[in-house]
T-cell receptor, first 112, second 116 residues
Framework: GDSVTQMEGPVTLSEEAFLTINCTYT??????LFWYVQYPGEGLQLLLK?????DKGSNKGFEATYRKETTSFHLEKGSVQVSDSAVYFC???????????FGSGTRLSIRP | DTGVSQDPRHKITKRGQNVTFRCDPI?????LYWYRQTLGQGPEFLTY????????KSRLLSDRFSAERPKGSFSTLEIQRTEQGDSAMYLC??????????????FGEGSRLTVL
């Protein structure tokens, strides 16, 4: 079945470091791909998305490119801030199936 | 857009008791979802509604669980005869099926259930 695999956390970085959180997926069709973020004490919120191969989603300095050939959607940011500390979830979505499948999440902690 | 709201935010109950959670979605959203999230895991799909119709239920949803969305607006999730394994965060989300944001789920802050 369809699934999403994320790198295990926690990931701890210093402020201004470069961030990569790996995400790979298994899918029978052509899903849309998302990154959701959950800040402490808050609900999940969409960070960015890509709807087809080679699309790049971006928001708040984060980027991810939909790579069909490697079935990946890695999240990157060039210079992280303490306020980026959160749990990040990679997810896939088929409009026909109408539900979103999430990875297990990666906890990110940024040291000042 | 007032967001998705859930109530209560936290419920502590004894094993065997029944609990009910309520979700108020974004008003113009026709689809409503329930997910369950346990510590260190991503949200797991439980069920979803298109307006008042329950269109899909996960195998995770045992007979002790029931969800309703009687008028196509708010929804309730009831768990009967709770077990310790039901302890989790129950998340509600909603979305529209039209427009550029049709694939985006908007989540509430969740209802945390602790079964003693």
């Amino acid at each position: 079945g369809d699934s999403v695999t994320q790198m295990e956390g926690p990931v701890t970085l210093s402020e201004e470091a470069f961030l990569t959180i790996n995400c790979t997926y298994t899918a029978t069709g052509y899903p849309s791909l998302f990154w959701y973020v959950q800040y402490p004490g808050e609900g999940l919120q969409l960070l960015l998305k890509a709807t087809k191969a080679d699309d790049k989603g971006s928001n708040k300095g984060f980027e991810a490119t939909y790579r069909k050939e490697t079935t990946s959607f890695h999240l990157e940011k060039g210079s992280v801030q303490v306020s980026d500390s959160a749990v990040y979830f990679c997810a896939l979505f088929y409009s026909s199936a109408s539900k979103i499948i999430f990875g297990s999440g990666t906890r990110l902690s940024i040291r000042p | 857009d007032t967001g998705v709201s859930q109530d209560p935010r936290h419920k502590i109950t004894k094993r065997g008791q029944n609990v009910t959670f309520r979700c108020d979605p974004i008003s113009e959203h026709n689809r409503l979802y329930w997910y369950r999230q346990t510590l260190g895991q991503g949200p797991e799909f439980l069920t979803y509604f298109q307006n008042e119709a329950q269109l899909e239920k996960s195998r995770l949803l045992s007979d002790r669980f029931s969800a309703e969305r009687p008028k196509g607006s708010f929804s309730t999730l009831e768990i009967q005869r709770t077990e310790q394994g039901d302890s989790a965060m129950y998340l509600c989300a909603s979305r529209t099926t039209s427009g550029s944001r049709s694939g985006e789920l908007f989540f509430g802050e969740g209802s945390r259930l602790t079964v003693l």
